[in-house]
């Protein structure tokens, strides 16, 4: 299943990356940019959940106002890592978010990506790392995607984005 899944991604993966984001106003928005504060320095606090999210993606660099190049890609054990050294904004204590987390941050109404492009600009629509093991195979841990929102598992030794998050102070 999880090489299905990757095989997958790697199929549909250029479908995604040429879409617009697509989103259906008559839905209620699960994720709206009045949930966050949003911050200069390039984060934004998620008032629902306390937590301060990096708006862009690990690899990329904020401008004050878009993120800018391209998201670097990881190993699970990379990512963990990684995040634990990031310094990022006045902070060193950035982290992976658990599934649940990264799941908050999902924009229910739209798709390509399925995220708030105001509060996360140029988040990719594919499938990012969470600190979460996935306890039926030992060799897997939780993405989630950004393509449509689905919460899955995938291979540790996969590379894939990150978006990191820490406790607000």
């Known amino acids: 299943m ?16 040429s879409a617009a984001q697509k989103c259906k106003d008559s839905i209620m928005a699960t994720s709206p940019a009045s949930d966050y504060i949003l911050h200069a320095d390039g984060t934004a606090t ?11 993606s690990l690899g990329q660099e904020w401008d004050g106002s878009v993120c800018k190049g391209a998201a670097a890609t990881f190993s699970w054990g990379e990512a963990q890592k990684l995040a634990h050294l ?13 599934k649940n987390q990264l799941d908050s941050i999902i924009e229910g109404r739209c798709v390509v990506p399925a995220v708030n ?7 990719q629509a594919t499938f990012y ?12 841990a939780w993405s989630v995607d950004f393509g449509y929102g689905a919460v899955t598992a995938t291979e540790k030794s996969g590379k894939l984005p990150v978006r990191l998050v820490r406790e607000a102070d």
Request: include cysteine.
């Open 46 to 56: 998620q008032k629902t959940t306390g937590l301060m999210w990096a708006r862009c």
């Open 129 to 140: 790392w969470t600190s979460s093991p996935y306890a039926g195979l030992g060799t897997g």
């Open 86 to 98: 990031e310094e990022f904004a006045g902070y060193d204590d950035w982290r992976l978010p658990n």
């Open 117 to 123: 492009l105001k509060v996360f600009p140029s988040t």
């Open 2 to 17: 999880i090489t299905t899944c990757m095989l997958l991604t790697a199929v549909l993966w250029p479908v995604f990356a």
